[in-house]
């Protein structure tokens, strides 16, 4: 009986540890060097794994990441505040990711939102604007000859399109809160 329950506990804790421990190393440095930057570093590993899903998806190819933060405004007097922020835009082969984190240190709450820009040629881009049209639990907000605007009822997650002539873009808005 002692040897399964030792069993459980280290296969409790190997699974913590090794759920951080399959992330690459490109990946690793980004995530630490986030935590650092918002002044997460103390989160446990369940909470560092919820921080890195909030942004993870925008790492699936091959990418480029790039972050303005307080510390890169440090003559100013934002660098020194205590509500850190940081907006980070990750470029791949698809699409361009902005994901700006603003943590609240006194409320302990990280605020994530995440926007998406897609482009695509105009014929794609009117469908996926048909799609939203149709879809009930979206509404539309704005419909233009040009743009159009969408938002999930309840939610904080918003769809926008653009088109012009042959090319068009969507864009995915979705902002989330998470308590540390």
């Known amino acids: 009986m002692k040897k399964l ?15 951080l421990s399959t992330i690459g190393e490109s990946e690793q440095d980004l995530l630490n060097s986030l935590l650092t930057g918002l002044k997460l570093e103390h989160l446990s590993d369940k909470q560092k794994e919820e921080f890195y899903d909030s942004f993870s998806f925008s790492l699936d190819k091959d990418w480029y990441a790039k972050w303005n933060s307080n510390s890169t405004a440090s003559s100013s007097k934002v660098g020194e505040d205590d509500t850190q922020f940081i907006d980070l835009t990750v470029i791949d ?24 820009y897609v482009v695509s040629d105009s014929k794609t881009v009117l469908k996926i604007n048909s799609e939203f049209k149709a879809n009930d639990e979206l509404e539309q907000k704005v419909d233009k000859d040009h743009y159009a605007y969408y938002s999930k009822k309840g939610y904080m997650n918003d769809k ?6 042959s090319e068009g873009m969507v864009v995915y808005s979705q902002m989330q809160v998470l308590d540390f």
């Open 5 to 19: 329950l030792l069993a459980l506990l280290l296969s409790t804790q190997l699974f913590a540890v090794g759920v």
């Open 93 to 116: 082969e698809n699409r361009v990711y902005n994901i700006t984190f603003i943590h609240f240190s006194d409320k302990k709450q990280l605020m994530v939102a995440v926007k998406q």
């Open 160 to 165: 926008y399109i653009y088109v012009d002539g």
